[in-house]
């Protein structure tokens, strides 16, 4: 997506569209054929049985890219860096919030308008639905904007060993709330301190690709494939062992699992901007379509989903799982990308121009 602040890179946007791919995959293979259970079976389909691991991507992504403009541009000016990223967030954020209160008018409360900022806390509206369940994000990302000024000035100031430092404490703090919370698996999926440390490994990735990208480092296309054959192998483990979808709660993996994931998905994010290897130019355009629209797809590709297993289900042509799968996969995908384009256009597009630059 362009920006006023810093020069525009596809590959971000490759980046952003790899994202909503796995988290419309995810919900696709579940919602369709699998019903939200473990298939430690699946491993090896891992980026599709946990293809929630999008979301740890678009957290990484956000800390990558605030902090490289930070680094590149100069300092934030606050309160134009909020007003940005509510034009930026709100808008197509509020028309779903008001979808969800409208579901579920019977049982609305005063108070749930709180649950603007705080969309995955306690009970939120947009959580009693499928359509809407996806928002549960917002917050926690918005959480991140307020303070993410603040902790870019200081690692900015004391070095590379802050962001590092931080994200200790914010692990020391997991682990005793693993001993205290009832879910704490849940607890680490859905909340800022489950996710803290996946936006500060997104920032700690901007200062190292800014030193690699000065050096002319990690150039081979190798580094990516290398990376993303480690995502591929740690969210496969994390299929056969520790399935999100798992009833156990007290899984010990999942304290230090989000910054694994995270680690994982700065390193391919790092190596795939340095990579001097492009894409083939219909597949880069292809995804930095799907990045551009890609707010859009994740927060409305769940109403094609509902909408196409109501009214039609999904297709059975053959036999064999796979080739019905990709099949659902690529018609239900475009078409929950052509409606995720006509919101772009419709409800983000004319807020995206009141924009202004942000740093001095």
Same mark, same amino acid.
């Given at each position: 997506? +362009?920006?006023?602040? @810093?020069?525009?890179?596809?590959?971000?946007?490759?980046?952003?569209?790899?994202?909503?791919?796995?988290?419309?995959?995810?919900?696709?293979?579940?919602?369709?054929?699998?019903?939200?259970?473990?298939?430690?079976?699946? =491993?090896?389909? $891992?980026?599709?049985?946990?293809?929630?691991?999008?979301?740890? /991507?678009?957290?990484?992504?956000?800390?990558?890219? !605030?902090?490289? @403009?930070?680094? +590149?541009?100069?300092?934030?000016?606050?309160?134009?860096?909020?007003?940005?990223?509510?034009?930026?967030?709100?808008?197509?954020?509020?028309?779903?919030?008001?979808?969800?209160?409208?579901?579920?008018?019977?049982?609305?409360?005063?108070?749930?308008?709180?649950?603007?900022?705080?969309?995955?806390?306690?009970?939120?509206?947009?959580?009693?639905?499928?359509?809407?369940?996806? %928002?549960?994000?917002?917050?926690?990302?918005?959480?991140?904007?307020?303070?993410?000024?603040? @902790?870019?000035?200081?690692?900015?100031?004391? &070095?590379?060993?802050?962001?590092?430092?931080?994200?200790?404490?914010? /692990?020391?703090?997991?682990?005793?709330?693993?001993?205290?919370?009832?879910?704490?698996?849940?607890? #680490?999926? *859905?909340?800022?301190?489950?996710? !803290?440390? +996946?936006?500060?490994? &997104?920032?700690?990735? %901007?200062?190292? #690709?800014?030193?690699?990208?000065?050096?002319?480092?990690?150039?081979?296309?190798?580094?990516?494939?290398?990376?993303?054959?480690?995502?591929? &192998? $740690?969210?496969?483990?994390?299929?056969?062992?520790?399935?999100? +979808?798992?009833?156990?709660?007290?899984?010990?993996?999942?304290?230090?699992?989000?910054? @694994?994931?995270?680690?994982? =998905?700065?390193?391919?994010?790092?190596?795939?901007?340095?990579?001097?290897?492009?894409?083939?130019?219909?597949?880069?355009?292809?995804?930095?379509?799907? &990045?551009?629209? *890609?707010? *859009?797809?994740?927060?409305?590709? %769940?109403?094609?989903?509902?909408?196409? *297993?109501?009214?039609?289900?999904?297709?059975?042509?053959?036999?064999?799982?796979?080739?019905?799968?990709?099949?659902?996969?690529?018609?239900? $995908?475009?078409?929950?990308?052509?409606?995720?384009?006509?919101?772009?256009?419709?409800?983000?597009?004319?807020?995206?121009?009141?924009?202004?630059?942000?740093?001095?």
């Amino acid at each position: 997506m +362009q920006s006023s602040n @810093i020069a525009y890179l596809p590959r971000l946007d490759h980046l952003r569209g790899m994202a909503a791919l796995l988290v419309f995959v995810y919900h696709l293979y579940h919602h369709f054929y699998h019903g939200w259970q473990p298939n430690p079976d699946a =491993w090896y389909l $891992g980026l599709m049985v946990e293809g929630h691991t999008g979301i740890g /991507l678009f957290f990484v992504l956000s800390g990558f890219i !605030f902090m490289l @403009i930070r680094l +590149q541009a100069g300092e934030i000016r606050y309160m134009d860096f909020m007003r940005n990223r509510f034009l930026r967030i709100f808008p197509l954020f509020l028309f779903v919030f008001f979808v969800s209160i409208s579901i579920g008018r019977n049982e609305f409360r005063a108070a749930d308008i709180l649950y603007i900022f705080f969309s995955n806390l306690g009970t939120a509206p947009t959580s009693g639905s499928f359509i809407t369940g996806a %928002a549960w994000t917002i917050s926690v990302e918005f959480t991140f904007y307020a303070v993410f000024p603040f @902790i870019a000035l200081a690692a900015v100031n004391k &070095g590379l060993s802050y962001l590092p430092r931080l994200i200790l404490i914010v /692990l020391l703090f997991k682990l005793g709330a693993y001993f205290i919370s009832e879910n704490p698996k849940h607890m #680490y999926y *859905s909340t800022l301190l489950g996710r !803290f440390d +996946q936006f500060l490994i &997104g920032m700690l990735a %901007a200062m190292v #690709y800014q030193h690699c990208q000065s050096k002319g480092r990690l150039t081979s296309v190798l580094w990516p494939l290398f990376a993303a054959l480690l995502i591929w &192998g $740690g969210v496969g483990l994390m299929a056969a062992e520790f399935s999100y +979808q798992a009833k156990l709660q007290h899984d010990a993996w999942w304290v230090i699992w989000p910054s @694994i994931e995270a680690l994982l =998905w700065a390193f391919l994010v790092v190596t795939y901007l340095c990579s001097t290897k492009a894409l083939p130019r219909l597949l880069s355009r292809c995804f930095e379509t799907m &990045g551009q629209v *890609s707010y *859009s797809w994740y927060l409305m590709h %769940a109403l094609i989903l509902w909408l196409w *297993s109501e009214l039609i289900g999904p297709l059975h042509v053959t036999s064999s799982f796979l080739p019905n799968l990709l099949l659902n996969l690529i018609i239900v $995908g475009g078409l929950s990308l052509a409606f995720a384009k006509l919101s772009y256009h419709t409800l983000e597009e004319p807020f995206l121009a009141l924009r202004k630059r942000y740093v001095k």
